[in-house]
């Protein structure tokens, strides 16, 4: 079964720009997470999409948005970018339904650079 | 707002030894904690869970305890081999799939 892809893998963007990042998820998972991952923050929750409805939010400026196709590929984008925003963004997949031994798969990430 | 602590960032263990991961959280809705470990330049990967109703589950080499009047989770690593050096992140579960993780212990185990 193939893993969790994020393209692309590195990003160099200018402040004010604005970046969209991809995710695919594991063949069959409908939930997609993302998270921003900064030095000494660990990951922080932006918002998980589940059936191509955002289903969770974290605690993030409207600039942070998403969504998701009916293919459950996940799509996320920052609009006016911030040198603060500068981080690793990971998604992960999961197939969204809880349960007893819950887990996600996290994709490699995508290593965005603001200057 | 730091739900979930992890309050030391590095550790260094002699390999055969035990590493013990602490981690705290605020939140007493939280129904599910786990464990993830992350080698540079991927994803983290699933390691271990516990749920809110468990004080122990056990895997392999390693064990999660869970105290829920403390607010305390731990990893517990045994034997600690030189290939567990990695960052451990700790994370709680809220409303259903909403992940709330530490800023991760990075452990160092000597051969």
Redesign the interface.
């Known amino acids: 079964k193939a893993g ?1 892809t994020q393209t692309p893998r590195y990003l160099i963007k200018t402040r004010g720009q604005q970046v969209t990042l991809s995710c695919s998820p594991i063949s069959g998972h409908r ?1 997609v ?1 993302w ?1 921003q991952q900064t030095p ?6 932006l918002f ?1 999409y ?1 059936s191509e409805t955002q ?2 939010k ?2 993030f400026p409207g600039r942070f948005s998403g969504r998701q196709f009916s293919n459950s590929r996940s799509e996320m984008n920052v609009s006016t970018l911030e040198l603060g925003d500068s981080a690793l963004y ?1 998604c ?1 997949s ?1 197939s ?1 339904q ?1 349960g ?10 995508t290593r965005l650079t603001v200057t | 707002d730091q739900q979930v602590k992890q309050n030391s960032p590095s550790l260094s263990v002699q390999e055969g030894r035990i590493s013990i991961l602490n981690c705290d959280y605020t939140n007493s809705m939280f129904d599910y904690f786990l464990w993830y470990k992350k080698y540079p330049a991927e994803g983290p990967t699933f390691l271990i869970s516990i749920s809110s109703i468990k004080d122990k589950n056990e895997d392999g080499r390693f064990t999660v305890f869970l105290n829920k009047s403390a607010k305390h989770l731990s990893l517990h690593i045994v034997p600690s081999q030189p290939g567990d050096s990695a960052v451990y992140f700790c994370a709680a579960r809220y409303n259903f799939n909403k992940f709330y993780f530490g800023s991760g212990t990075k452990l160092n185990v000597k051969p």
């Open positions: 969790v939930s997470s998270y000494g923050q660990g990951l922080q929750f998980e589940f289903r969770n974290g605690n990971l992960a999961s969204g809880g007893p031994a819950y887990e996600q798969y996290f994709g490699p990430g």
